[in-house]
C-alpha cells in the first residue's frame, strides 16, 4: 500500500466554501484513481492506492485543483523515528553510495507543539542523514532534497515531491458545453476550462455525408474523461443546415453563417442540460473565422455567455499543452472537420451582422432535421456506452 501526499492549489483561499471544493476534489480522485481511502486534512489529503506507477503520477499531475503531490513515509511525530525514516526514504530513491552528494532538508510544522522549530528540525535530521550518507549540505543548488511534514499525530517524510496542474477541482464552477472539432484547439480549450473547475460536456456537429467514422472524436473524449472522470459527447449531423447553406449562401459566407448555426445548435443543447456557458476551441486571428471582426459577427448568436480560454494564445503554445494531457497525437489523426469542407477559396474576413442578418433570412434555421448520438466515456475504462 502506497500513500500520496495532496496539496490543494485554489481551495486554500475558497474561506467558507472551502469544504465543498475539498469534497469536489475528493469525489474526482475516487472516481479517477479508484484509491482504497482518502482523507482530508486541513490543507492537505492524503490517498491511500494499492500500487502507484510513473503512469499514475503522471495522470496525477494533470487532475485540476491539485497544487502539488507526493509518495511519502509516515511515522510518529519523534525526531529518532524521523531521522531512521528520513534515511529510509533516501536509500529507496537513491540508493546508498550517495558520498558527495549536495542535499537540503525543507521542515515544516502544522502543528505548532512540536517542541522543535522548523530550522532546528532542518539541523537535526539533516544532521543525522549527512552523517550516514557522507553527504554535503547545499541548500541552494541540492541534488537531493527531503521534505518533512510535521502534524500531531503523524510525520509526512518524501524526496519527491511533484508540481501539479493547480486550478479548481472539475464540478466546482458549473457545467459548460464545448464545440469540439476534433482538431488541436478545441481539446485544449475543453481542459482549459476543466482546470478552471468547470464541468464539460462535448458537442460534435458533423456532416453525414463526409463523417462516418468517429474514432478519433471518441478517442479524444475517451483521453479528456481521464481528468474529469465521466465525459459525455454528443454528436449532431447538420448535413441538412449545410445542404441549404452551400446553396444559398456566397462562399466566402458560408464559414461565419455555418459557425453562427453551430453555435445556435451547441446552445440549444446548453439549455436543454442546464448548462450555463459554451466553450469554443478559438485563438484570436489564427484562422480567418477568428478575425476580431468574424468573431463580432459569428458569435453574437449564442444564447449564452460563450467563452474561449484560448483566445490570447498562440499555435505553438497550444500545442504544447495538448502533447501534455495527450490529445495531440490523437488530433492529427486525419478526419474532415465540416468546418474546413465550407471553407472558399478567399473567405470573408471582414464579416458583417447586416450581411449576415440577409443571407440567414433566406435560410431555414429551425425544423430542420436532428439526428442525434450520443456517447459516454468513463476514465480508465476502454468501453463506452451508447445512450
Given amino acids: 500500500m502506497k500513500l500520496i501526499l495532496i496539496h490543494y492549489a485554489e481551495l486554500s483561499l475558497k474561506g467558507k466554501n ?7 476534489l475528493q469525489q474526482n480522485l475516487k472516481h479517477l484513481f479508484r484509491p482504497t481511502q482518502i482523507i482530508r486534512e486541513h490543507g492537505r489529503m492524503m490517498m491511500h492506492i494499492e500500487e502507484v506507477d510513473e503512469a499514475l503520477l503522471n495522470h496525477l499531475a494533470l487532475v485540476p485543483g491539485i497544487r502539488n503531490f507526493a509518495v511519502v513515509h509516515t511515522c510518529e511525530p519523534i525526531l529518532e523515528v524521523m531521522q531512521e525514516t528520513a534515511k529510509r526514504a533516501v536509500t529507496e530513491a537513491f540508493g546508498e553510495d550517495l558520498a558527495g552528494k549536495r542535499f537540503a532538508v525543507k521542515s515544516r510544522r502544522s502543528d505548532k507543539r512540536f517542541p522543535l522549530t522548523s530550522p532546528e528540525l532542518n539541523f537535526e535530521v539533516g544532521g543525522f542523514v549527512k552523517n550516514a550518507f ?4 547545499n541548500i541552494n543548488n541540492p541534488e537531493i532534497v527531503i521534505h518533512v511534514e510535521v502534524t500531531a499525530e503523524q510525520t ?12 479548481l477541482p472539475v464540478g466546482s464552477s458549473g457545467h459548460g458545453v464545448v464545440l469540439f472539432s476534433g482538431g488541436i484547439d478545441s481539446p485544449v480549450a475543453a481542459y482549459t476550462m476543466m482546470k478552471r473547475g468547470m464541468r464539460v460536456t462535448l458537442v460534435h456537429l458533423y456532416n453525414s455525408t463526409i463523417n462516418r467514422e468517429f474514432t478519433k472524436i471518441e478517442n479524444l473524449a475517451k483521453q479528456l474523461s481521464l481528468y474529469q472522470g465521466r465525459v459525455q459527447l454528443i454528436m449532431i449531423d447538420l448535413e441538412e ?21 453551430m453555435i445556435r445548435t451547441a446552445g440549444l443543447i446548453a439549455e436543454a442540460m442546464g ?36 483566445m490570447g494564445y498562440d ?29 472558399a477559396k478567399h473567405p470573408e474576413t471582414q464579416g ?16 430542420l432535421e436532428v439526428i442525434k448520438q450520443e456517447r459516454i466515456f468513463f476514465a480508465g475504462e476502454e468501453k463506452k456506452r451508447n445512450v
Fill in 18 to 24: 472551502r469544504r465543498e471544493f475539498e469534497k469536489q
Fill in 275 to 310: 448548462a450555463k456557458a459554451l466553450v469554443t476551441g478559438d485563438s484570436l486571428g489564427q484562422v480567418a473565422s477568428q478575425t476580431l471582426a468574424n468573431i463580432h459577427a459569428i458569435y453574437d448568436a449564442s444564447p449564452m455567455p460563450l467563452l474561449s480560454p484560448l
Fill in 352 to 367: 458583417k451582422r447586416e450581411k449576415v442578418a440577409e443571407f440567414e433570412a433566406d435560410l431555414p434555421t429551425e425544423g
Fill in 241 to 261: 443546415f449545410q445542404r441549404h447553406a452551400i446553396a444559398i449562401v456566397p462562399a466566402r459566407y458560408r464559414m461565419i453563417i455555418y459557425k453562427r448555426h
Fill in 315 to 343: 499555435k505553438e503554445e497550444i500545442i504544447e499543452l495538448a502533447r501534455k494531457i495527450g490529445t495531440y497525437e490523437i488530433s492529427i489523426e486525419e478526419y474532415c472537420d465540416i468546418c474546413s469542407y465550407l471553407i
Fill in 156 to 167: 509526512f517524510i518524501y524526496t519527491d515531491k511533484r508540481k501539479a496542474i493547480g486550478g
Fill in 134 to 137: 557522507d553527504l554535503l549540505v
